[in-house]
């Protein structure tokens, strides 16, 4: 129990097929909503907006509004998110074990 709930806690947040690349992508430099949607492929604008309205809701992304003509949008990672990048780093470097593992001719 000591250990998992923590993690259930962590999955929770990070869950699913387009969290984490949604955080790489804004970590990036990808700041408008169509820059995003164009780095992740397969992402649909639906599921991009309930993502990253999650993602805004667990402190991890910054929406921001410039009043301008026409109106910006713009998402930033809060600095809250740079908590993530030792496990993004992690799944990164499993996932490249992993796939020499499954795939070895690869």
């Known amino acids: 129990m000591e250990t998992i709930l923590p993690v259930r806690d962590t999955l929770d947040v990070i869950n699913g097929k387009w969290k984490v690349p949604i955080i790489i992508s804004v970590g990036a430099g ?7 949607q164009e780095s992740i492929p397969g ?3 639906k ?22 003509y026409p109106v910006k949008i713009s998402y930033q990672l809060e600095p809250y998110a740079d908590s993530l990048t030792p496990i993004i780093r992690a799944l990164k470097d499993w996932g490249i074990t992993h796939r020499k593992k499954i795939f070895p001719t690869i």
């Open 30 to 36: 990808n700041d408008r909503f169509t820059d995003i």
């Open 43 to 45: 992402i649909s604008p």
């Open 47 to 68: 599921v991009l907006a309930k993502e990253l309205k999650d993602l805004e809701q667990h402190q991890l992304i910054k929406r921001i509004v410039i009043d301008d």
